[in-house]
C-alpha cells in the first residue's frame, strides 16, 4: 500500500462454518517499519456474524515527510484464539508493505530581497531547503559569487561570505546570511549571487540564486552645499603662491545629502561677497 493512503485494510475471508457466528483475534508487529513512527499499532477481535463470509481489519499508516532509506517498510498482523468453533492456518501472519512516497531528497537555494537601509548592517537572508526531509545527514557548501553589487572597496554594497550548512536527519531548511552595507546614496537596485557547491549525501536540484538589495533612497538631486566653516580668516600680509595667492582667501564648499548616482547630477551654485566691517 501507499504509505500516502492512510489505513491499510486487510481482508479476512471465512471458507465453511457460516451457519454460526465466529470471531478471530488480530494484532500488529514489527517488521521493518516501526509502530509509533511509520503506522500505528492495532490489536482487537474480528467479529463475523451469521451467514457473514468476510471482516476487515484497519491500519492506519504514517504519511511522513522524510524519504525512507532502502527498499519498502513492511509490518505484520497475526490472527489467534479463533473463537465460534472456527479454525486458523499454520500461516496465520499476513505482512504489509508501506510504499513511500517521497522521491530522493535534493537540495535547492531560492532568491532572496532586502530593502538596503540608510546605515549599519541589514540581512540578506538565502534559504537553502532540502525536499523532502532525509533520514541522512546532508552537507553543503554555500558561497557568494558576485553580482552587480560591490563587494568591497569604495561604495561596498555586501559583504562576502561562504558557509558549510549542515541538515541533521530530518532537517529541511536552512539560512545563509549575507550582510548588507546601509548608505544614503540614491543608486539602482542591487544583485549578489550565491551559489551551491560539494554537497554530500543528497543532490542539488537548483544550485544558484539570486539576493537584490532594493534600493530604499528616495532622489535628491544634487544634494546640499554648505560651507564647510562658519567662518574664514587670512592674514593681509602674508602672501604664498601656493596657499594664499594675491592675498586672496580660500573659502571652501561641500556638498551633501543623498546624491544622485544613477543621473550622476551635478550641481553649481551661485555666490557674491558683501559688506562687513571690511570695505
Not at 161 to 186: E, I
Request: overall charge negative; hydrophobic content about 35%; glycine content about 12%.
Amino acid at each position: 500500500m501507499n504509505e500516502g493512503d492512510g489505513i491499510a485494510t486487510l481482508m479476512l475471508k471465512r471458507t465453511t462454518g457460516t451457519d454460526r457466528a465466529a470471531s478471530v483475534d488480530y494484532t500488529t508487529s514489527n517488521g521493518t517499519a516501526t509502530a509509533g513512527t511509520d503506522y500505528t499499532a492495532a490489536s482487537g477481535t474480528a467479529n463475523f456474524i451469521v451467514g457473514q463470509t468476510t471482516s476487515t481489519i484497519q491500519v492506519p499508516i504514517t504519511n511522513d515527510t522524510l524519504q525512507e532509506p532502502g527498499a519498502d517498510e513492511t509490518f505484520n498482523v497475526t490472527l489467534s484464539n479463533p473463537g465460534g468453533n472456527a479454525s486458523i492456518p499454520a500461516e496465520n501472519i499476513a505482512t504489509v508493505s508501506i510504499v513511500d512516497n517521497e522521491g530522493t531528497p535534493s537540495l535547492s537555494v531560492a532568491n532572496t530581497q532586502v530593502l538596503e537601509g540608510n546605515s549599519g548592517r541589514t540581512s540578506l537572508a538565502f534559504t537553502v531547503s532540502l525536499a523532502p526531509q532525509s533520514l541522512q545527514t546532508v552537507t553543503v557548501r554555500i558561497a557568494t559569487t558576485g553580482g552587480t553589487a560591490v563587494a568591497s572597496g569604495t561604495g561596498q554594497d555586501y559583504l562576502p561570505g561562504s558557509a558549510t550548512l549542515t541538515f541533521a536527519p530530518g532537517q529541511s531548511s536552512k539560512v545563509f546570511v549575507v550582510g548588507v552595507v546601509g548608505d544614503v546614496r540614491v543608486e539602482d537596485d542591487d544583485t549578489v549571487n550565491v551559489a551551491l557547491t560539494s554537497a554530500q549525501g543528497a543532490p542539488v536540484s537548483r544550485a544558484t540564486a539570486v539576493g537584490t538589495i532594493l534600493n530604499d533612497d528616495e532622489p535628491g538631486g544634487g544634494g546640499t552645499i554648505s560651507f564647510l566653516s562658519s567662518s574664514y580668516s587670512v592674514n593681509e600680509n602674508v602672501q604664498d603662491a601656493t596657499a594664499n595667492p594675491r592675498n586672496s582667501i580660500r573659502i571652501t564648499l561641500g556638498r551633501s545629502g543623498k546624491l544622485d548616482l544613477i543621473n550622476e547630477q551635478s550641481a553649481t551654485v551661485r555666490f557674491s561677497t558683501g559688506t562687513g566691517t571690511a570695505t
